[in-house]
């Protein structure tokens, strides 16, 4: 028996000829596609009849990610689900609210094998990649749990995006989508540690998404210290990846650089950063614009790392931008409930094993 098709991850054609292949015609695709991205399974639409309803459900499925667990901080109402996914695997998504409106950080593997030091998504590894609709599915569930309209998405969260490289494509595709939810592409950021080839891919496509590279260390000893994938792409290979992306899209890239204390957060520390990203990045006829986001580390007992103090903070900004590097400090949302990725997924997971 054939494997059902992820309705989530149909394109508009797909659907068409789906439908074609049971005996439907193919303007159904128009009034099914808005409504599966509305959160609807084909047993709920109002506007399809009972025969279509059920023709669809004998080669298709629809699988939302369901509310495992769900925190609120008390402090600026960001939220952090806990998605449960069809397979009983669960990841982690953290809706955040600014001025500018409701922004979403999705998860894009359940786990994650780039193994950074810092980071709790990555204890225990990559179980498998997220298929489209999953990655799709998230933003819809806290959509629909939240009653809120996502304008923003940031891919973030639970794994490395770039190591899912054809569903995250296809997502892109699917969540720019005018019959859906039609969230255009320069609202959308996506994170990297740094996959090389897979930067070079992206530009092809020429998206106009905004990437994001966690570098996080201005010297190979450092960064390979807390960042595995550096023994693979250097930093010296890293950047010149980053100057052919933006010579290719003319989009400006944004640096992430994760701060530990006694590690990585010194002065010295911010005029090498700031020296390699000029020396790099920038020539005479040539001046890529430069942005790093400074991100105090989140600290997970698994690491020992702590997050560097205030003052240190502001003194590594200060030598970025005097040094003609704009620099901006990640603002701390939910600190009240752990909304970096991977904590509540480990911790339910955890609590889960006790209880057996």
Known sequence: MNEKQELLALTPKELEELLLSVGEPKYRAGQIFP?????????????????????????????????????????????????????????ESVLMRYEHGITICISSQVGCNMGCKFCASTIGGKV????????????????????????????????????????????LDLVNRPEGLNIGYRHISLSTCGLCDRIDRLAELGLPITLSISLHAADDETRSAIMPINKKYNI??????????????????????TLISGKNDSREAAERLALLLNRSLRTRTETMPIHVNLIPVNEVKETGFQRSGTKAVKAFAAVLEKNGIRATIRRTLGSDINASCGQLRKETAEQERESE
């Open 35 to 91: 409504q599966l991205h509305k959160g609807l399974a084909p047993e709920e639409m109002t506007n399809i009849g009972k025969v279509t309803r059920a023709k669809l459900s004998e080669v298709a499925a629809y699988h939302l990610p369901k509310v495992k667990r769900k925190l609120v901080s008390a402090l600026d109402g960001t939220v952090k689900y806990l998605f449960e996914l069809a397979d009983g695997n669960c990841v």
């Open 128 to 171: 498998r990649n997220l298929t489209a609709g999953e990655l799709l599915g998230q933003v819809i569930a806290a959509a629909r749990d939240s009653g809120e309209t996502i304008g923003g998405i940031v891919m973030m969260g639970i794994g490395e995006p770039l190591d899912n490289f054809d569903a995250v494509v296809r997502f």
């Open 236 to 257: 010296a290979a890293l950047l010149a990846t980053c100057k052919r992306y933006f010579q290719k899209t003319g989009r400006r890239i944004s640096f992430e650089y």
